[in-house]
């Protein structure tokens, strides 16, 4: 099988090598990127910014504290960066993908995530085991927030039992079976009734959300046949019961679809999320016309606000004639359309396990779907508050999280310009791939409140500033209005002037790495 192939079946069946533990350990991703490091939390003065507002371009200047921004200009400004001719925009998120599901994931994918301006991430469908110890590793100042899905429910025939089964085993080790895997990684399912008796093997898996496997219903003659071995999924009377058992547990649901009746299974279902348009690959041949939504089922979507992951750029992972791609592209492309004049809750997923949703963000674009700013806003600022709707992401306002992304140029008139950001800030701490920049950030804040403490201000008292006060950083105290030595002075003129040659050279390495990749 060829390695594309059999990415494109573990990213979509939610399994990686690294996630079993009998698998062959995985080679490295190729062209993996060097680690960002985090400065401190940094108070900051964003002049003359242009910043993404959903529809185009506001205009002012910015103010960062505590890793929020802020209305008010901070007594003390640890960076001072003009940015006339540079635009702002939130980071970009992940709302389906498989390749953060494990340690090995994160050591290998982790970084790619930071260097495509991707901070948000929902991770799909992974085993427990494996997902313990990526957990360590992320939702850190260096790395992605991720939300993870651990209970993942199909048919004993279903999807993705065939990339299971076929991963290779060691010599005089018999072929893998169906049990190696059932109610371990997968939860197998087969009607109504064992839904209800196997439900309390879902509590201790502590899932963000059960995942459920809809896969070809419309189609119950392969039922038993060979070639359909591991790559169907669970009957909609049997979703519909798990669907009831998660709303009770007030745990929500994704639903893995297939066909354009596994679409309206899942909506009747009542599942809160479908995780990929209907006609990225037509698994057993089937015409085009069984992929295609119809308006009445788009209105559906949009009548219960299901959540849709696009997820469309799946379709380059499968191997098929370039007359059959197109014919499918015509298809992904029709039946967003239908959800989008419907006014359904479309989210930006790439389900592609060699990367992440910016190649979601370009293959979109190529669909002529969305106008620049629709896809920006989908990436920028719907997916992130969808994926994390208690936390004040994606905006620039007072109190929200200051975490954006500096670019060379405006997006809206070339998006490739998404490919080089020239900064990524995260809750006000500055993401780089030089240690003397990110130890500068440490050390500018160390100093300037040493040279607080050292002397206050003529004719004003100064004392350390509380956590989380107006005007200072985490772990930092407020400066005085004059340093109190000459060596204070030079790190209050460093820290507050426009951005330090070792800023400038930090932009560049990541330029320049996003452009050998």
């Known amino acids: 099988m060829r390695i594309s192939v059999l990415l494109a079946a573990l990213t979509l069946g939610g399994v990686t090598w690294a996630q079993s533990p009998s698998a062959p350990p995985a080679a490295p991703a190729p062209g993996k990127p060097q680690p960002f490091k985090a400065s401190a939390p940094l108070a900051m003065e964003l002049h003359n910014a242009r910043w993404f507002d959903g529809q185009g371009f506001q205009k002012g200047t910015l103010y960062v504290v505590d890793g929020k921004f802020t209305k008010a200009r901070p007594k003390r400004i640890h960076r001072r960066l003009e940015l006339r001719d540079q635009y702002l925009i939130p980071p970009l998120a992940e709302a389906n993908n498989h390749n953060l599901q494990s340690a090995w994931g994160v050591q290998n994918f982790g970084q790619r995530y930071l260097q495509d301006g991707v901070f948000y991430a929902a991770m799909q469908c992974g085993d427990p085991d494996s997902i313990a110890s990526a957990r360590p590793l992320l939702n850190q100042p260096d790395s992605v927030d991720v939300s993870f899905t651990t209970a993942c429910v199909t048919s004993s025939d279903g999807h993705p039992l065939a990339p299971l089964l076929a991963q290779p085993v060691g010599d005089g080790q018999p072929p893998r079976q169906v049990s190696d895997f059932a109610d371990r990684q997968l939860l197998l399912v087969d009607s109504p009734e064992q839904a209800q008796q196997k439900w309390p093997l879902v509590g201790p898996r502590k899932t963000d959300w059960l995942k459920i496997i809809l896969a070809y219903s419309d189609r119950p003659e392969l039922r038993g046949t060979p070639e359909a071995m591991g790559r169907l999924g669970l009957s909609p009377e049997t979703a519909a019961a798990l669907v009831r058992l998660a709303h009770k547990d007030r745990l929500p649901v994704s639903a893995h679809v297939e066909t354009a009746a596994d679409f309206k299974a899942a909506l009747d279902a009542g599942a809160d999320q479908i995780g990929h348009v209907p006609g990225y690959f037509a698994g057993f041949g089937d015409a085009p016309g069984r992929f295609r939504l119809d308006e009445a089922t788009a209105r559906q979507a949009a009548a219960q606000k299901t959540q849709v992951l696009t997820a469309t750029v799946a379709n380059t992972l499968f191997p098929m004639s370039e007359e059959q791609r197109q014919a499918q592209r015509q298809v992904l492309a029709e039946n967003l359309r239908q959800l989008k004049a419907a006014g359904a809750m479309l989210l930006l997923g790439s389900d592609n396990f060699p990367g992440t949703s910016l190649a979601e963000v370009h293959h979109l674009a190529g669909l002529e779907v969305f106008t620049p700013a629709e896809l920006l806003k989908l990436a920028s600022i719907t997916t992130p508050r969808a994926l994390f709707p208690k936390r004040r992401l994606a905006c620039f306002d007072d109190g929200c999280e200051a975490s954006f992304l500096v670019l060379v ?109």
């Open 409 to 517: 140029a405006n997006p809206l008139d070339d998006l490739h310009v998404l490919d080089k950001p020239l900064m990524r800030i995260k809750e006000g701490r500055l993401l780089t791939l030089l240690d003397s920049v990110a130890e500068a950030s440490d050390a500018s804040t160390e100093a300037t409140a040493a040279a607080a403490a050292a002397k206050p201000s003529k004719g004003k008292k100064t004392a350390a500033a509380k956590p989380g006060s107006k005007g200072s950083t985490k772990g930092a105290t407020r400066s005085s209005a004059k340093p109190a030595s000459k060596a204070g002075a030079a790190t209050a003129r460093r820290t507050s002037a426009a951005p330090s040659k070792s800023l400038r050279a930090s932009a560049a390495v990541q330029q320049g790495t996003a452009k050998r990749r």
